[in-house]
């Protein structure tokens, strides 16, 4: 889990194991129907988060709980000045039209990967609500927005890092706090 470079851990793998405990539970005593529910990663690191959370939900519940992945490049407004990834695929399990659906991210920062989400879900369909999960959320938001449920809250500068390490995805789990962007 730990970089090459220094930083600070803000979860380790067991206090991040709990921390997903408790907002899978929160995010089922907020569901009005747990059959309903669809959890949406936003690529790149919610995407396996999503899958994680629904297993733990599913466990929780009962029942198998849907999860995918939402790619929200094409919705950003500020696909010209901020560089991004290269486009993933959206993978929908089941049609949004209904569902109580929980947009998962690692990190809240400034507010306009959620906001391009919630533009991208919307062109799929009618959700019967749309509710915004992070890991951690670092403040500097640039757009009003707020997650329904929130992992940890870091206050951070502008120029820090926050990455969320999940297995299977990565070796070793935690969530860490890097003094600067990381290089490609």
């Not at 999503?50 to 939402?70: D, F, M, T, Y």
Request: hydrophobic share 45%; charged share 25%; net charge neutral.
């Amino acid at each position: 889990m730990v970089p090459d470079q220094p930083c600070v851990v803000i979860l380790s793998g067991p206090a991040l194991r709990r921390t997903m405990t408790r907002l899978a539970s929160q995010v089922l005593e907020a569901a009005h129907d747990s059959s309903q529910l669809l959890l949406l990663g936003i690529p790149s690191r919610g995407v396996p988060l999503a899958k994680v959370l629904a297993e733990e939900l599913g466990h929780l519940a009962g029942q198998v709980i849907e999860a995918g992945s939402l790619d929200p490049t094409f919705h950003r407004d500020d696909l010209r000045t901020v560089p991004t990834r290269l486009p993933q695929a959206t993978v929908l399990p089941v049609p949004v039209d209904g569902r109580e659906v929980v947009l998962v991210d690692d990190v809240l920062f400034t507010g306009r990967t959620a906001r391009a989400a919630l533009d991208a879900l919307l062109a799929w369909g009618n959700p019967r609500t749309v509710r915004l999960l992070v890991m951690v959320d670092r403040g500097h938001r640039e757009l009003p927005l707020q997650a329904d449920f929130v992992g940890r809250n870091v206050p951070t500068r502008r120029r820090e890092f926050i990455r969320l390490y999940l297995r299977p995805t990565d070796p070793e789990e935690g969530v860490v706090l890097l003094p600067a962007a990381p290089s490609p």
